[in-house]
């Protein structure tokens, strides 16, 4: 089966992309009328960038696991939905067909319901990669609780600030996960996290790893248990049911969280409409899906790349994918290649931090590998740099598939900016061309649009495409601050680009002070706090620098108020609290002490400074409106 709202053509696209510009309300309407709804909307759109307020498909209802689900029963019942291959490639796969599937979500949608888990509350989910918790994630839709899935590799620290902010009541965990050699004790984690939670009632343990745990009681609870006795109640003489909660189009659908410029990661908030439709649209023209193929993404669900792009827009397609539970270096650097040799991948989408760190193994973990049921690859989480894109190209698409670049972000939900496989042309390093919908700005520094082309800019986008993020959990405030105060009526990304004369565009990195490690985000602002939690530190900068494999790496100045010890021991201990606070993936990769930070006479740390000094540049620019323009010397004879 076709989908009707897939692009096919480089006309086609052209046709699409104006209705979608003339007449968003008509084009959506038509995108959307092929999914599954308890009632229809009453309205397509009603917006403003002020509040911002973004309402798609009002009053519309629906449930978003019946789209990803129960529609898909009569024709694709037995077919795979999921094939999980296991961290230890020794160990069975397993296939989880879509009535599988429907099984399972209607197990723990009961499960929850059991436990007194109600529409609207939040129920967050700390689990490895295993398809447990895509049936967790899919549990909570089926009964419009909200899932906030943290991922795995966040410290207890971060996982308590984030129950807190949004007041969950409920989580879904595993005794560990297993990532290459290492397990993760998810569990004991999630103990450490929940001292001093006022909020939590209960903690559902899915046993992966055996490795002991604590159980409280009263609060933990096993999942196998609970879900054995949810079986009995979902199942009756063979026909499996649980009715899905009828959700309005609007209605929150998750909470994930993300690091901005300043403070604690805020939650960005996703509905069920629009995500929905999103998700699945962009899926299949991106890749030009086609029902059958496999689907590889390597993303981890605790990110928006696999709540998007593993859990909810090929599920709703129909399509069939493979999920991987472990990482792509062991037992060796050839890990990705085997997955797609065994399971026929047609389709595999990734990031340039994996591709950058494979191609440093060289050729040689590619022998023997058939990768030729590849059709189509994929790129997304930071700038692909041409040496990568060329390998991709060449050592893994034998130059015949065409690889899309994605831009998009955790707020859009989706991918916005990206050539659609094989139909809109593919330049390498750039992202392209829009998706239909979506209306790609640049803005100079005043908030000035820039008209005419070539050009640079501020990327903002000038209309609501389905699935904008609708708010900040609990801060609205801070949504408007954030993402709609910086220019009047626009969305602002972030993100600086470059637009060529063909209209295609090219994102060159972030503008603000966030930074994008190894396609993670990471605030500059978490990570000082972080490093001034360490006792003997008294004031910390942090800045990003280039590095070939991670993209940005962690530069860190540090004030120390004195020296225990070595300086080596120092950075151990502050690397291992900035690991304690935020988690693994927050490491400075440099640590550099120094006497003191360039600072305005208002106090302002310059970081435009620190950046040069960290990318080894040695004119550092205007330095006299400094406090003490002489510490930028001291820092710089330092420099690591
Ligand atoms: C930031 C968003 C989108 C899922 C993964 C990251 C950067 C993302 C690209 C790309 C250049 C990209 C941007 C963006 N980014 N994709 N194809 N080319 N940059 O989601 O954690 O919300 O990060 O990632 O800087 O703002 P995220």
Known sequence: MAYPYQIQSLEEYKTAYQKSVEDPEGFWAGVASD????????????WNFKEPKVEWFINGKLNITENCIDRHLQELGDKPAIIWEPNNPEDRVRVVTYNRLHKRVCQVAQMLRNNG???????????GMVPELVYAVLGCARI?????VVFGGFSAQSIADRLEDAKAEFI????GAFRGEKVIPLKNVIDDALIGNKTVKKVIVYTRTRIPVSMFKGRDIWWEDEMEYAETQVEKEGVVSFPAEEM??????????????????????????????????????????????????????????????????????????????????????GRFWDIVDKHKVNILYTAPTAIRSLMGFGLKPLEGKDLSSLKVLGTVGEPINEEAWNWYDEHIGKKKCPIVDTWWQTETGGILITNLAGVTPAKPSWATLPMPGVQPVLVDENGKEIEGSPASG?????????????????DHERCRQTYFSAYENLYFTGDGALRDEEGNYRITGRVDDVLNVSGHRIGTAEVENAINMHSDVVESAVVGYPHDIKGQGIYAYVICSHIRGSEEE???????????????????DKIQFVPGLPKTRSGKIMRRILRKIAEGESNFGDTTT???????EEIAKGKL
Not at 458 to 474: F, Q
């Open 248 to 333: 309005d189009a609007e209605d929150p659908l998750f909470i994930l969280y993300t690091s901005g410029s300043t403070g604690k990661p805020k939650g960005v908030v996703h509905t069920c409409g629009g995500y929905m439709v999103w998700t699945a649209y962009t899926f299949v023209n991106t890749f030009q899906y086609k029902r059958g193929e496999v689907f590889f993404c390597t993303a981890d669900i605790g990110w928006i790349t696999g709540h998007s792009y593993i859990v909810y827009g090929p599920l709703a397609a129909g399509a069939t994918e493979v999920m991987f539970e472990g990482i792509p270096t062991w037992p060796d650097a």
């Open 117 to 127: 888990v109600k529409k609207g509350d939040r129920v967050c989910i700390y689990m």
């Open 570 to 588: 120092t950075r151990k201990n502050i690397l291992q609290t900035v690991s304690r606070i935020i988690g693994p993936i927050a490491k400075p």
């Open 458 to 474: 501020n990327l903002c986008i000038k209309a609501p495409w389905p699935s904008i993020l609708r708010t900040t959990y609990g």
């Open 144 to 148: 419009g609780a909200i899932h906030s």
């Open 35 to 46: 999914f599954q709804w308890r009632k229809g909307w009453d309205k397509v759109l009603e």
């Open 626 to 632: 400094l406090l003490d323009p002489g510490v930028v």
């Open 172 to 175: 879904i965990t595993a005794d």
